[in-house]
């Protein structure tokens, strides 16, 4: 394609870029990328003219436009010259600030320029933005947005200039009195909070290896206090909900005197919110990184604020998951990392209270502390060493209720037991004896029928995770072999399990094969010698017959 033809088309497609149709919008924004991709300085330059040129476009062109040089940029961005690097930060900058009221497409397009730009370029966009951040003043929303999301995208590039922005920025705190801004500079607070700790984590990769934590203390100190002591107490559920994702985020930062002299109003402020909030996500999360910090920091005030943690703890932990609200499982995800946290610093606190909680018979209860145990069995290996016996002791009670749903957790939980070992223990044949009495449940509805509700657990499907979970066992876990070989044969010959025989069987198998490809000897069985008394060769044959 020649030059002028590419003027030609180019100029076409930005005039099409105010289509009321958004289908042809975007199809203008692919099709000025598909150029930019050959001919990048062509096509922002062209970009850049057609902007400064036509100053009173509406919004929607002008954003197409914008949107069209983020794309080169993001694409194109070791390729293009750096005097239209220049121009082009330049360009976004005053789009982004022209107007001093918030108009949120404009001036987002116009941000994401900076921030792709930024990804190279750092330096000169931090120059550019200090220009528009300035002590005393009160900056553009979308400054600091810009910093927020920069410090977010590139970690490397910005956190050696975050003490300078922090310094700068804290007597702007006091200025803000929109709930806006408040909501942008606490969203700020947090992706700093998150990038320095990112970076402080990776210091082998890091620019400036020399970075310490105590270079940020002091400014976060003085930002935690104005968003807790003002900020938090806000109307707006939106912007408490960012303050206390900020706070969660900064107390990793906290000098660790400081973090002390907080935890006990902390603590009990963050889970006050539990009762404020529907969605409790950025709560949890704040919640796990403030109990991160403060095990890390060996806290020694933790260990007195446990009596309220605890409860508050296990009531999310106890509340439904709805698996298609990605919030309420990732709620649940950060609940469980706290019990985590816990359960490594005060095991002797924290396991008798969900074991205690076990005994309560109520679904939602046994549903929460089941969820709670095998994360704790999964991730806390070592803790739960020592507690292995009186958590086989804890799980009877909940293996004798009616509920299906509580039963396929039980099941959930013996697979994770299995793994680490409890199996083997005195005890463990309870257990397997569980999952095979569940292998040979009978049908609850007729084929063709479905349950009437959608989130019920009929005994088909417990029983064809009970029948996949025994093969797992006898597969994945090599440790189970000798104590799945041949007490299984003992299930083979009672009444009660007839219905089981498939599975037994296909298990059998498997265990024997794996036994023979080892030559090993133990797969030669002295019925004569096995405790279970029913069970002979002969009687063995003929319930197989």
């Not at 009616?402 to 037991?417: C, F, L, R, T, Y």
Request: glycine fraction near 2%; charge should be neutral; aromatic fraction near 6%.
């Amino acid at each position: 394609m020649e030059e002028s033809d590419v003027e030609q088309a180019s100029l076409a497609l930005m005039d099409a870029a105010n289509d009321r149709d958004p289908v042809v919008r975007e199809q203008v924004r692919k099709s000025l990328q598909t150029l930019g991709k050959r001919r990048a300085d062509k096509i922002l330059s062209m970009c850049r003219n057609y902007l400064v040129k036509h100053p009173k476009l509406s919004v929607g062109h002008r954003v197409v436009i914008l949107q069209t040089i983020e794309l080169v940029v993001k694409s194109k961005i070791d390729e293009i010259s750096y005097q239209k690097v220049k121009g082009i930060i330049s360009l976004a900058s005053d789009e982004m600030t022209r107007s001093k009221e918030v108009v949120p497409d404009w001036q987002q397009a116009a941000s994401n320029i900076l921030v792709a730009v930024g990804n190279k370029h750092i330096k000169d966009i931090m120059e550019e933005i200090f220009n528009k951040f300035q002590s005393g003043v009160l900056p553009h929303f979308f400054v600091v947005q810009t910093l927020s999301n920069l410090s977010n995208s590139n970690v490397y590039g910005v956190v050696p200039f975050l003490g300078a922005v922090l310094t700068t920025m804290l007597p702007m705190l006091g200025m803000a009195r929109q709930d806006n801004m408040k909501w942008v500079f606490s969203s700020a607070l947090f992706h700093f909070s998150e990038s320095i700790m990112e970076y402080l984590a990776n210091l082998d990769k890091a620019p400036d290896p020399t970075v310490r934590k105590d270079a940020f203390s002091a400014e976060i100190y003085a930002a935690y206090d104005i968003l807790f002591c003002n900020w938090l107490q806000s109307r707006e559920a939106k912007l408490r909900l960012t303050v206390v994702a900020a706070l969660g985020a900064m107390s990793h930062l906290l000098a660790q005197d400081k973090l002390e002299e907080q935890l006990p109003k902390l603590i009990p402020t963050i889970l006050s919110f539990y009762k404020k909030n529907p969605e409790c996500y950025a709560i949890s999360k704040s919640l796990c990184q403030i109990l991160d910090a403060s095990v890390s920091a060996g806290s020694r005030v933790l260990e007195s604020q446990i009596d309220i943690l605890l409860p508050a703890l296990h009531q999310q932990a106890c509340t439904p998951v709805d698996y298609c609200n990605p919030p309420t499982v990732k709620n649940h995800n950060e609940v469980l990392r706290c019990f985590s946290i816990l359960a490594n610093t005060f095991p002797n606190r924290v396991i008798p209270f969900v074991l205690q909680k076990l005994e309560i018979s109520n679904e939602r209860n046994r549903l929460g502390s089941l969820a709670v145990l095998k994360h704790l069995i999964n991730t806390s290996t070592t803790i739960m060493e020592t507690k292995k016996l009186l958590i086989l002791n804890s799980i009877r009670q909940p293996m004798l209720d009616h509920s299906n749903k509580v039963k396929k957790m039980v099941v959930q939980v013996i697979s994770a037991m299995a793994h680490h070992g409890y199996l083997e223990l005195e005890g463990g044949e309870l257990l397997v004896r569980f999952i095979i009495l569940h292998c040979a449940l009978p049908d609850t509805y007729h084929r063709g029928d479905c349950p009437p509700d959608l989130e019920e657990v009929t005994d088909e499907a417990l029983r064809s995770m009970c029948e996949s979970t025994l093969h797992l066992l006898a597969t994945t876990v090599g440790r189970l072999t000798d104590v799945l070989w041949p007490s299984l044969f003992c299930y083979l010959t009672l009444a009660q399990y007839t219905d089981a025989t498939t599975p037994l069987c296909q298990t059998l198998i498997l265990l024997a094969n794996k036994k023979k490809a080892f030559m090993d000897p133990s797969l030669i069985i002295d019925f004569n010698a096995q405790s279970c008394i029913m069970t002979t060769s002969i009687t063995i044959l003929l319930r197989l017959i």
